[in-house]
């Protein structure tokens, strides 16, 4: 069975940084696109950030420069750093997992975990 668990959200002032984490089981890992959503109250979900098996990752701009996605395949983690949050950035968060090497756009990701929670306030 595949499993996705996020872990990692909370409360960060504007300005601060969190990192997410993954941890995927019932598949493997490596061979898979990996990527990061996120959905606000009231808005539809957003894809931020997905990574292949390469290593290739693709941002939404909305994102690009403060977040940054990585798999440690020696932990079987996948990680979302997040930097200079802003309040726009709460949302709670998922990791999903694509059953292909590579990523293509924000579809076809049939795996998803339950979401983290981020709340960014002062």
């Known amino acids: 069975e595949v499993q996705l668990v996020e872990s990692g959200g909370g409360l960060v002032q504007p300005g601060g940084s969190l990192r997410l984490s993954c941890a995927p089981s019932g598949f493997t890992f490596s061979n898979n696109c990996m990527g990061w959503f996120r959905q606000a109250p009231g808005k539809e979900r957003e894809g931020i950030a997905h990574?292949?098996?390469?290593?290739?990752?693709t941002y939404a701009d909305s994102v690009k420069g403060r977040f940054t996605a990585y798999r440690d395949l020696v932990k079987g983690t996948l990680y979302l750093q997040m930097n200079s949050l802003k309040p726009e950035d709460t949302a709670m968060y998922y990791c999903?997992?694509?059953?292909?090497?590579?990523?293509?756009?924000?579809?076809?990701?049939?795996?998803w975990g339950q979401g983290t929670q981020v709340t960014v306030s002062s």
């Open positions: 999903a997992a694509r059953p292909t090497i590579w990523c293509s756009g924000w579809t076809s990701f049939t795996s």
């Open positions: 990574i292949s098996n390469g290593y290739i990752t």
